[in-house]
């Protein structure tokens, strides 16, 4: 009987000890980052795929389909399409493929271009269900970027202009 009662003692005492602890933890300030509701900045040399770097002054993409990315790329991952327009010095893009499912980070092609035209984009939050998904056109992206930028600019409260009155509506008499 002794023991028994020495057992439930010793059980209730160790169960004490742990909600002690339980809910000291409990009511402290959480270290992890609640994501996806908050995420982590991203520090300067983090790489994420490359991307496409656009001139400020006009807009377009810096990049001049030289190629030499391309052929600079030990995993074969970038395929690059350019067009020479009438007027233009340089050739431009029209395509800028990437397969970021063969794709090391490993750097040589953001260095091998002079241009500066490419760069590691801090984007850690890739998601997909499916191979294809992590096939990009880098070029498209840019333009989808741009668009979604402008339309962003467009909405926000400093770019509206002040709301035109609404036009007084004729009184129609009640019978
Ligand atoms: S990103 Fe640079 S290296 Fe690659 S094709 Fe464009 S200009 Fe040439
Ligand atoms: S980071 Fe390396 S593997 Fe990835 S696209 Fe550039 S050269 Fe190819």
Redesign the pocket.
Known sequence: MKEYLKDIFGGFYSLVQGMRVTMAQFFKPTVTVHYPHEALKMTPKFRGHIELVSDPSTGKP?????????KTCPSHCII?EGVKREGEKHRS?KEFKLDFTKCSLCGS?VE??K?Q??RFSRDYNLAGTSKEDFIMDLFKRLEAEQVAEAAQADASPSAKQPEAKPAEQPKTEVR
Do not use: R, T
Not at 62 to 70: D, G, H, R, T
């Open positions: 810096i990049c001049m389909a030289c190629k030499l990315c391309e690059v893009i092609c091998v271009c241009s035209a490419i």
